[in-house]
Structure formats: C-alpha cells, structure tokens
C-alpha cells in the first residue's frame, strides 16, 4: 500500500512517515497543496493524508482539485475541532478527519480502516448489483446511473454499497458510521448527512424528491428498491 502524507510541518510528517513505514506501507511526502494535488495526478496512491493548513494550496483546495480526477481515499488532518470545520472537509471530499494533536495508534486504526473499505469486503463476491437505474459493480467498486459512470468517493461507494444491499432497511446514522467508517464515531453524525446529500446529488434524477435513497424522519436511512 503506498501513503502520500502531505503537511507544512516537516517534524511532524517525519513522525508520521517513521510509523507507517513501520507498519509496511510505502510512504511518499509533499509539503504543499500544490505538490500533493500534482502527486496525485501523476502516482497511484492507495489513500492520502492532508493537512487544512498548508501554503499556496491549501488542503481543502487540494482536495476538491484530487477529487476531479482521483477517488482515492483521503484523511484531512486539521488544527481546528468545530464542526463546521469537519464538516466543510467532508464537503470538498474527504473520506475522514482526525484533529491535531492526536494519537498516531489513532491515525494508523483510522488508515487500516479506511484502507480495509476501500478495497472492499465485498469484492470477493463480485458481480454486479443493479436497482432500478443504479449499478454497481463490486469487483471495480464503480457506480453507474442510466449506463452512465458516476464518480463516487470511497466513502460514498461504501455507503451505497451496503445501503443496495439491504433494501428497505433502516440504517441511524449511528449504524453507519460504526459500520461504514469501521470504528465507533464519536463526533458529529451530520457527517452521514452530508455523504446521503452527496449521493442523491450524483445518483438521484431529482435529489430534492429521492427515489432510492430514502429516509425515516426520526430514525435514519435507508435504500427503496
């Protein structure tokens, strides 16, 4: 698995760098928005790592620019612990978030599991799964809509995924993100809020009157077939 870090504090990229290669992954590092954002485009990472806060691009710009071209899975590191912070991260794309300072036995739970989604439990099983106008292809964890391919981010995919796949069942969004993200959440649920918004935008005919991805007022959410 290769990692690309991405922060304007050279210490602490150094630190993170030492432990991830002791966890065998291959480790590459850029300083800027700029460099991760021309990394990305021309290297295959299996996930990234970006700090908010950087010169020139920052890693909210950065980010948005990786997603017209990548899905890869990003982690936004960041200084600041609102919520609209987090929030704004995962508009412009990001897959998770981990406040500063945190604990790198934290950072490496949270890229295992990003890493064990993106490549998919399911992939074993293959084939493709198909409701109404939606398809999805397992073994390539692609999205499509009218034959069309949809881009998805590796969180997004994650979550129609196991949304299709059991029809009709209501999901909180405590479920989702203990199951979705693969650890117990503690921060702000809106977080599932933001990626249903996103996959009625990119999958739904009419995101303001959806077909598929329903919810339960009160409850949570769900997939009507």
């Given at each position: 698995?290769?990692i690309?870090?991405?922060?304007?504090?050279?210490t602490?990229v150094k630190?993170?760098k030492?432990?991830?290669?002791?966890e065998g992954?291959?480790?590459?590092?850029?300083y800027?928005?700029?460099a991760a954002?021309?990394?990305a485009?021309?290297?295959?990472?299996?996930?990234?790592i970006l700090d908010?806060?950087?010169?020139?691009?920052?890693?909210?710009?950065?980010?948005m620019?990786?997603?017209e071209f990548s899905?890869v899975p990003?982690?936004?590191?960041?200084?600041?612990?609102?919520?609209?912070?987090?929030?704004?991260?995962?508009e412009c794309?990001?897959d998770?978030?981990l406040?500063?300072?945190?604990?790198?036995l934290?950072?490496?739970a949270r890229?295992r599991?990003?890493?064990?989604?993106?490549?998919?439990?399911?992939?074993m099983q293959?084939?493709?799964?198909?409701?109404g106008?939606?398809?999805?292809?397992?073994?390539?964890?692609?999205?499509?809509?009218?034959?069309?391919?949809?881009?998805l981010t590796?969180k997004?995919?994650?979550l129609?995924?196991l949304?299709m796949?059991?029809p009709?069942?209501?999901?909180?969004?405590e479920?989702?993100?203990?199951?979705?993200?693969?650890y117990?959440?503690?921060?702000?649920?809106?977080?599932?809020?933001?990626?249903?918004r996103?996959l009625r935008?990119k999958?739904?005919?009419d995101p303001?009157?959806?077909e598929?991805?329903?919810?339960?007022w009160?409850?949570?959410y769900?997939?009507k077939g």
């Amino acid at each position: 698995m290769k990692i690309l870090v991405v922060d304007d504090e050279k210490t602490l990229v150094k630190g993170i760098k030492f432990n991830l290669e002791n966890e065998g992954y291959q480790v590459e590092c850029a300083y800027d928005g700029a460099a991760a954002v021309e990394l990305a485009r021309n290297n295959r990472f299996d996930l990234l790592i970006l700090d908010v806060m950087m010169p020139e691009v920052d890693g909210l710009d950065a980010c948005m620019r990786i997603r017209e071209f990548s899905n890869v899975p990003i982690i936004m590191l960041t200084a600041k612990s609102e919520d609209a912070d987090k929030l704004m991260g995962f508009e412009c794309g990001a897959d998770d978030y981990l406040t500063k300072p945190f604990n790198i036995l934290e950072l490496k739970a949270r890229v295992r599991a990003l890493l064990r989604r993106a490549a998919g439990v399911q992939r074993m099983q293959g084939g493709v799964l198909t409701v109404g106008d939606i398809s999805l292809n397992t073994e390539e964890r692609t999205a499509m809509r009218d034959g069309r391919t949809v881009d998805l981010t590796a969180k997004e995919y994650d979550l129609i995924e196991l949304l299709m796949r059991n029809p009709r069942r209501v999901y909180s969004r405590e479920n989702l993100m203990n199951v979705v993200w693969g650890y117990t959440y503690t921060g702000d649920y809106r977080t599932v809020d933001v990626h249903i918004r996103r996959l009625r935008e990119k999958l739904e005919r009419d995101p303001a009157a959806p077909e598929h991805i329903m919810t339960k007022w009160g409850v949570g959410y769900y997939f009507k077939g």
